[in-house]
Structure formats: C-alpha cells, structure tokens
C-alpha cells in the first residue's frame, strides 16, 4: 500500500507558476510509475504527466507540453509537477497517482494509488 498526500495548490494569476509535491509514504515509492491527472468541475479526469520509476522517461498531455514538468525525488519518496504560465482553463483539482505498470501509463484506471488532490486556480 501507498499513502499518497499532494500540497503546494492555490491561487495564482494567469501566467504565474506554481510547483505541487505528493508525498508518499507506506511503500517503496522509488517501485512505482508516477503521474498526474486533474479534474475540473464537470468533466472527466484528464491525464496531465507520467513519468517513470528512474524519472527517465515523460510524458506530457498536448496541452500542458512545454509548460509543465514532472519530475520526483525517490531518496525523499515525493513528486513534483512543476506548472509555468498557467492559464485559467489549467484550474483545477490536481490528482498525483503511482503505478506498478513497467512504463509510462496515462489511463487513470491503470494507476493503483491515490492521493486526495490540491486545488489549482488560476485567476484571468
């Protein structure tokens, strides 16, 4: 079992950054494939980055491609997703998930953990 716990949500003006950690705990977290996924209100949950056990290989969703960057720390057992020139329709509830899969996965339903989400708003 893993306990995921993501932080680092909040208010921010369109084009300003924020970074979002998840923190993980009961497992080996170093074992697991992580992503992130979002859900804004009334739609479904989208795939947003995935990144490898070794932080070697990425993924990004189009729309967030050369803005957002994940990345994780596996001697700390925590991920980043790092969001540069945020836009309004980048708000969201922002979901950090780990996988045993051996590679990059973007379907939420193949993600075995969870964390609770951190709220993203981005003003106009």
């Known amino acids: 079992q893993v306990q995921l716990v993501e932080s680092g949500g909040g208010l921010v003006q369109a084009g300003g950054s924020l970074r979002l950690s998840c923190a993980a705990s009961?497992?080996?977290?170093?074992?697991?494939?992580m992503g992130w996924f979002r859900q804004a209100p009334g739609k479904e949950r989208e795939f947003v980055a995935a990144l490898t056990w070794t932080g070697g290989n990425t993924y990004y969703a189009t729309s967030v491609k050369g803005r957002f960057s994940i990345s994780r720390d596996n001697a700390k057992n925590t991920g980043y997703l790092q969001m540069n020139s945020l836009k309004p329709e980048d708000a969201a509830v922002y979901y950090c998930?780990?996988?045993?899969?051996?590679?990059?996965?973007?379907?939420?339903?193949?993600?075995?953990?969870w964390g609770q989400g951190t709220q993203v708003t981005v003003s106009s």
């Open positions: 998930a780990v996988t045993l899969a051996p590679r990059l996965v973007i379907l939420a339903a193949s993600y075995n953990y």
């Open positions: 009961g497992s080996t977290f170093s074992l697991y494939a």
